[in-house]
């Protein structure tokens, strides 16, 4: 039996202080499926997938119900708790004891120390470097204010957050162009930028996207780049060997075959596991052992990749121990492996990596 009782959630997001009807219910759902909040088509439902199947398999049990309760059952106890309940019921059965917070999301969501708090666990901040540069727009009156601004927002938030996250990079054209931009073009793209933006408007002019993830390398701290496809960050990853700051692929299933090689290539890239495994459900044992064929053991990182929703916590954490135990202990059964390495790479993936990546207390 692989035993991990305590695992470090190393790329989540604050959970929902509200009351959730269905239709709520099932919009978070769906972001959790596909990175945005969209309702099912009509006559189907999110919760005929791999990660509705989930829920209603590992949280209803944690509300006083029985597993597989239809979802407007399991929905009307979770209303009878009221949201703080049913959260901190929910959270602290996952046995997570350490949350990695992306606070860049809008919305009534939870915030680092709430979160600790209903999980009855520790939570730091990873500060997402598009909404950073988004406030410091909103504050700056010149063009040098802004890129002078934006210099010290990014290397004071190195001191208290124990990470960045971007969600742009790759779409900014850091695939074809990784390499940090001139001083000249980095002038002339925030003038651009920041006279056509609409108040509050988004960071999307690519010049300024690969200035901002550049500028988050000099800082030091490690950088979680979200991406549909890990292998189009070969470049920038190449380019930013040597200079002491990690890389984690936040990667998007199926692509994680292509995260876990780049694991390999490169020192200081990483791969995130959670929304993989939370995805494919009663798959993730396979998909597990498929990463476990490429990826360097200590180059894996447990997450949940929630948002919104406690139950995706539940879900990646039950998910997560079941592929884990299944996988390993068929590799010890066959001889392939001891059961002592097989527990201490448990650990690793559950815990420790992260541990160690993010410099957080008890890191080996």
Wanted: proline share 6%; hydrophobic share 45%.
């Amino acid at each position: 039996m692989i035993d991990t009782p305590h695992l470090v959630d190393q790329y989540c997001h604050g959970v929902l202080r509200t009351e959730l009807g269905l239709g709520t219910f099932e919009a978070r759902l769906g972001a959790h499926l596909g990175g945005a909040e969209v309702l099912p088509a009509a006559g189907t439902t999110f919760f005929d997938t791999q990660t509705g199947f989930a829920v209603r398999r590992w949280c209803p049990p944690l509300l006083g119900l029985e597993p597989h309760c239809p979802p407007a059952r399991y929905l009307a106890r979770r209303r009878e708790l009221g949201a703080a309940e049913a959260g901190r019921r929910l959270l602290r059965a996952s046995g997570i004891s350490t949350y990695l917070v992306d606070t860049g999301l809008p919305g009534d969501l939870t915030r680092p120390a709430e979160l600790a708090a209903a999980g009855a666990a520790e939570a730091h901040e990873i500060v997402r470097l598009e909404a950073l540069a988004e406030r410091v727009a909103d504050a700056s009156d010149t063009v040098e204010d802004f890129l002078a601004d934006l210099a010290e927002a990014v290397h004071g938030a190195a001191a208290d957050a124990v990470a960045f996250s971007s969600v742009s990079g790759v779409r900014g054209g850091l695939a074809a162009l990784p390499e940090p931009p001139g001083p000249g073009e980095v002038r002339g793209a925030a003038g651009g930028w920041l006279a056509a933006r609409p108040a509050g408007g988004p960071l999307t002019d690519p010049v300024l996207l690969r200035h901002l993830l550049w500028t988050a390398v000099t800082a030091g701290r490690p950088l979680q780049l979200h991406t549909e496809d890990p292998a189009a960050l070969n470049g920038f990853a190449a380019a930013t060997a040597g200079l002491g700051a990690d890389l984690v692929l936040l990667h998007r299933y199926p692509y994680h075959r292509a995260a876990a090689h780049l694991t390999g290539l490169h020192p200081h890239v990483y791969a995130d596991l959670g929304p993989v495994l939370a995805h494919t459900g009663a798959r993730t044992a396979a998909v597990l052992a498929e990463v476990l064929e490429r990826a360097p053991f200590g180059k894996l990182l447990f997450s949940s990749g929630a948002q919104g929703l406690p139950e995706l916590h539940v879900v990646a954490a039950n998910a997560f121990r079941s592929a884990l135990t299944r996988v390993l202990g068929e590799w010890v059964m066959d001889g392939a492996w001891s059961r002592t390495d097989a527990q201490r790479v448990a650990t690793m993936i559950a815990a420790d990596n992260a541990r160690r990546v993010y410099r957080l207390a008890g890191s080996r």
